[in-house]
């Protein structure tokens, strides 16, 4: 068993022993298992018949990875998503991010989880639709109570990386659906998480467009950023360092 | 996070205008009402204090009732501890409007005329002399209401009369009594020797309650007022008259509540999304619950200062078209001002308890899934 131990920040976590796979590389930061995902399962009633929506399933992320999650819809993916990004309580299993179990986080523990470990980006972007660009990457600081002028210059700087310097004051109604894209990625960085969950985030538009979110996404994990991307597009997955496909809620790992 | 709730005011521009007036007129009901509760108040408090140290006699039929004569004074003047009485003739002064206007003769003995309105003093004049007949004396808004001097003459009951005492100010109902020997009272309204009732005077280290009781015993066919007695059933009136007040203003404050509770509602249900979004980022269930809540308090707080603005203005309107004539209707003190305000922050923070609460409980994935 696993040593479990109280954390710094107050949550659990659990002191592992170090797998065969990643005692060579040792000292290598970009090797590093940032997550651990075992034998994960959701199952959901439907009335009165359970729905298994995730079968135990296991993964192994490193830090700096861009690892794609394929399959058909209903297969599991955005379950797998919503379980690692704490949205929702999984039924079994465990899942290890960055030295702490989330599945056993107390429910009041869960925001600053998010806040502190997990960055968004969602297919529809869900911005605020009432806060400019610079608001809404500032958002996410505001509840890590980060200080106003520090927020608004890192806000800026994320902004300005994303070649969005000169859509700072603009309303999520006066950007293009690669701008708004791109504002989400932003607000997803702010609080430097360990891991960023992407929802099919080229969904909605069109290839150009996804070429360059792709291409963000890869210049980022290039800087150790671990981002898992759900997606249906080939195109996408074709660029991610892996791909893992589901099944039936079931999870092969190529 | 006050920037935020300002902004998600000033969103909704119409709404959360339509809002601000629903409870701005709530509160300026609250004022207006209160306003009329705070001056009975201060009337009620200044008469206790004039008439605090003297026992009603009545007859035991009550004051209405007749039956209770000069006679009965020596009788009261016979009781053991009392140090003075006289009887009061009271009637309204103007028949024709049934006494609406609160104006009221009081026939009293000349020689006592100073000790029965004390501590009431003179503004200009003397109290009633024994040997006067056709004289009066008048309260400040009769003064003001018939623009009088001493010396005026002045028409009661057909009858013309000198005015010899004004009275100075006290915020009482003395400020609209007619003061008339109690025997032309008398012959004026045609009552033989009867009067309203006997003021009992008890002799300093009497206990007024107690004497009460015994004058009640020893003169047959009467009953008494002490002064803690009066106290109480003119505190029971009072507090009659500012609960239905005060009850109408705060029913309409409620109301204005309501609408604060059905706009947040809209709000939240419009908004479920966002909140997803917002937890989904990180934002704790208090952030939440501040924003909502602040947006629900803070227009509690605008239409708070916007009833109370209008409500004061109101007021002040009302009074000066009163005042010609010489009615005091309203008072505004600063006890009502912080009730109201106070009251509208409450009403606003109530109000936005429930969709607070709603909003901070949503799951943030079910949030997220809606439209």
């Known amino acids: ?254 | 996070m006050f920037d935020l709730i300002i902004r998600n005011i000033t969103n909704r521009k119409i709404r959360s205008a339509l809002t601000i007036c629903g409870i701005a007129l709530g509160i300026f009901a609250v004022i207006v009402m209160g306003a009329m509760s705070e001056n009975f108040h201060q009337t009620f408090e200044r008469s206790m204090s004039v008439t605090s140290d003297k026992i009603r006699v009545f007859a035991e039929s009550g004051v209405f009732g007749g039956g209770l004569t000069d006679d009965k004074v020596n009788d009261v003047l016979r009781v053991a501890g009392v140090k003075d009485a006289y009887g009061l003739l009271m009637t309204t002064f103007d028949e024709d409007k049934l006494g609406m206007t609160g104006k009221q003769i009081l026939g009293v003995p000349p020689e006592k005329s100073s000790v029965a309105l004390y501590p009431v003093e003179l503004k200009a004049g003397r109290f009633l002399n024994p040997g006067d007949s056709y004289s009066v004396v008048v309260g400040n808004n009769i003064k003001r209401e018939y623009g009088l001097e001493i010396g005026s003459k002045f028409e009661i009951h057909d009858k013309y009369f000198t005015v010899v005492g004004i009275l100075d100010y006290t915020g009482s109902i003395f400020d609209n009594a007619v003061i008339i020997p109690l025997e032309t009272a008398q012959n004026l309204y045609s009552v033989g020797n009867s009067v309203s009732y006997i003021f009992a005077v008890p002799d300093e280290r009497v206990d007024a309650e107690m004497l009460s009781k015994r004058i009640e015993l020893s003169v047959k066919g009467t009953s008494t007022l002490s002064p803690g007695e009066l106290e109480v059933q003119a505190r029971q009136s009072f507090m009659i008259f500012s609960v239905i007040t005060i009850s109408s203003g705060l029913l309409a404050a409620i109301i204005g509540g309501l609408c604060v509770m059905n706009t947040m509602l809209m709000s939240v249900a419009e908004r479920t999304r966002e909140f997803g979004i917002l937890k989904a980022i990180g934002a704790e269930t208090r952030d939440i619950l501040l924003l909502t809540l602040g947006e629900a308090s803070l227009m509690g707080l605008l239409g708070g200062i916007l009833g109370i603005i209008v409500g004061v203005g109101a007021v002040q309107i009302m009074n000066a078209w009163l005042a010609t004539t010489r009615i005091v209707l309203f008072l505004i003190t600063p006890r009502l001002l912080i009730i109201a305000m106070l009251f509208a922050l409450l009403i606003g923070a109530l109000s936005g308890l429930y969709p607070a609460y709603r909003a901070s409980k949503m799951s943030p994935m079910e949030a997220l899934k809606h439209a």
Not at chain 1, 14 to 35: A, D, F, H, V
Not at chain 1, 128 to 155: C, I, Q
């Open chain 1, 1 to 254: 068993m696993p040593e479990v131990i109280i954390g710094e920040q107050g949550f659990k976590t659990e002191k592992r022993p170090e797998r065969e796979e990643n005692k060579s590389n040792l000292g290598n930061e970009e090797q590093k298992i940032i997550m651990q995902v075992e034998n994960l399962s959701k199952t959901y009633m439907q009335g009165k018949i359970p729905v298994h929506a995730l079968r135990c399933a296991c993964i192994t992320v490193r830090k700096g990875e861009l690892l794609a999650i394929m399959g058909p819809s209903g297969s599991g993916k955005s379950t797998l998503l919503a379980l690692i990004g704490t949205l929702e309580k999984a039924t079994d299993g465990k899942i290890i991010l960055d030295g702490i179990d989330l599945t056993s986080v107390p429910e009041k523990l869960l925001p600053r989880v998010r806040r502190e470990k997990i960055g968004f980006i969602f297919q529809h972007y869900n911005l605020v639709p009432t806060l400019s660009a610079l608001e809404n990457v500032e958002l996410a600081m505001r509840f890590s109570r980060v200080p106003k002028k520090e927020r608004k210059e890192r806000a800026k700087a994320l902004l300005e990386d994303l070649g969005l310097g000169d859509r700072l004051n603009h309303k999520p109604t006066e950007l293009s659906g690669g701008e708004q894209q791109r504002v989400s990625i932003a607000r997803a960085l702010a609080n430097k998480p360990a891991l960023i969950l992407a929802d099919e985030p080229t969904g909605e538009v069109d290839s150009k467009t996804r070429d360059s979110i792709v291409r963000v996404f890869k210049e980022l994990s290039q800087k150790g950023q671990t981002i898992l991307v759900v997606t249906h597009d080939p195109e996408v997955a074709k660029e991610c360092s892996r791909v893992l496909r589901i099944t039936d809620g079931m999870i092969k790992d190529y």
